[in-house]
């Protein structure tokens, strides 16, 4: 079956985030963080079973390279992307 991949608003932000700091650290890194991550979600629309559940609805897959953890739902026809994490940091509300 064939999924279509919808990124949320605020996973998209923080793509955009992190591959911002990525870049400012060293020119080319956030450009390997998007081509990991362009894999990774290549993997989850091709065997989004693979993955383990978090909870009853949603999927996590893990990033190799980077500290960052992408959290997915699977819908009928559609992959639903709600946050790439990063694991190291605490989140904003808190």
Known sequence: MTYN???KAEADD??????????QQVAGLGDR??????????????NPQHY??????????SLKSFPFVIYFEVKKTAIIVYSVFHTKRKPKNL
Do not use: C, D, G, P
């Not at 383990?52 to 897959?61: D, G, I």
């Open 5 to 7: 991949l919808e990124i």
């Open 33 to 46: 963080f998007i081509l990991e991550l362009e894999s990774i979600f290549q993997k989850i629309v091709t």
């Open 52 to 61: 383990k559940t978090q909870s009853s609805v949603f999927r996590q897959a």
């Open 14 to 23: 923080e793509i955009f985030e992190a591959y911002s700091w990525y870049e």
